[in-house]
């Protein structure tokens, strides 16, 4: 996410005061450009009438504002009216044409699609004008991926224009889902705090020169700075698609909700930038049980600088001290020689091994723990 903390731009739900700001924020896209396929801008009172029907749907309506001034908007709704579209939610996001370029867009998608995931949503899907580059690479830029493309499906300054679905999972396609749940604007508010998604990211974990804090989908370059690298990949079977890093983050997301922890981004205090993830899972040790691990994955220019062994320090310590577990295992590839040396180095020893199976392949794995 981008960092909003200087910026002092905040995230948080809409409200009916809000409809005049948002509808003079909008009212350019509609008078100006084909980005909008209305032909008459919505009043204060048509955008209050919009806002009341998303809310009784159970959707999520945000601004992101900055000392009291609305830079843009974004919000949810139904896909399809029918029931085999339960699971889909479409996203429109607005910012104020002086106000772009400065994270507020990132920043409400990453909000509202936290809170979509949290809901149970599976799908998010933004219909783009198209050519509209600014927002084609918006989306891209987030993870998303053009799924389909609908030629001369609207007509607007006397042009023809197409139509491009952009579509981002957020969960796996399981078999027994259940329905999403509604989720209130005060539902929203709170959620968005204690997730750390009102636009005051802070740090789970600090220590002298990393902060660890939750990724959100705003993440998803920084993760792909990793994730998508041979090298910093080997022990995985090597680098990932982009469709895997979405399952990544996605994995990560559904973790600190589920369990209030998961793989944290790791940035650099003196430079702000990401240097990969460290963080606590829960793994299963078969023929053991459930174990707390802690992993580390740094970007290739990060990594022999110690910055695995000091924040997986911090997280030995988070294992201890707020799980309560009196052991903290990592369990890694016999053949990753650099990542057992950082368990050495935590205090750890070999306990036990077993092997995974994983991208096809039989990946023999070492238990270390404290
Ligand atoms: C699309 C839109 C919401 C983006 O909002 P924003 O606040 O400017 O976006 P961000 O600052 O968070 O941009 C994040 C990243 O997206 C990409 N991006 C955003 N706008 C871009 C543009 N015009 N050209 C190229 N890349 C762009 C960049 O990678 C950018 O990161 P960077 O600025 O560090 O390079 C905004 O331009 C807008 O309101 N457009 C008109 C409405 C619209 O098209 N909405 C989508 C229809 S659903």
Known sequence: MA????????????????????????????????????????????????????????????????????????????????PGFDWDAELSVYVAPDSRRCGAGSALYAALLACLRRQGYVNAYALVTSPNPGSEAFHTNLGFRRAALLPGAGRKFGRWVGLAYYHVPLAPLADELPRPRPMSPADAAEYLHR????????????????????????????LCDVLCDNA??????????????????????????????????????????????????????PGHGDVFETGWLLSADMQHRGFATEGG?????????????QHAYAIIRDTNLPSQRVALRLGMAARGRFTKHYRGEEMPHIVFST
């Not at 740090?203 to 939750?214: D, F, N, Y």
């Not at 911090?314 to 001290?321: F, K, L, W």
Request: charged share 25%.
């Open 3 to 82: 960092d909003l903390e200087g910026s002092g731009v905040f995230i948080r739900p809409a409200r009916e005061d809000d409809c005049a700001a948002m509808a003079a924020v909008y009212a350019p896209y509609v008078l100006e450009t084909d980005v909008s396929w209305e032909s008459a801008p919505p009043d204060a009172a048509e955008m209050a009438r919009r806002l009341r029907e998303h809310a009784a749907q159970g959707f999520a309506w945000l601004v992101a504002e900055r000392r009291g001034e609305v830079l843009g908007y974004a919000y949810a709704g139904r896909f399809g009216e029918r």
């Open 195 to 222: 997730r750390r998604l009102d636009g005051t990211p802070r740090a789970v974990l600090g220590t002298k020169r990393l902060e660890l804090r939750e990724m959100t989908q705003a993440d998803f370059p920084a």
């Open 232 to 285: 910093v990949m080997t022990a995985y079977g090597g680098a990932f698609d982009r469709a895997m890093v979405q399952d990544w983050l996605n994995r990560q997301c559904i973790r600190y909700d589920r369990d209030g922890f998961g793989l944290w981004l790791a940035v650099e205090k003196s430079t702000g930038r990401p240097a990969g993830q460290i963080g606590v899972t829960i793994q299963s040790w």
């Open 313 to 325: 320090r911090a997280c030995i310590r988070y294992i201890r001290e707020t799980l309560g577990a």
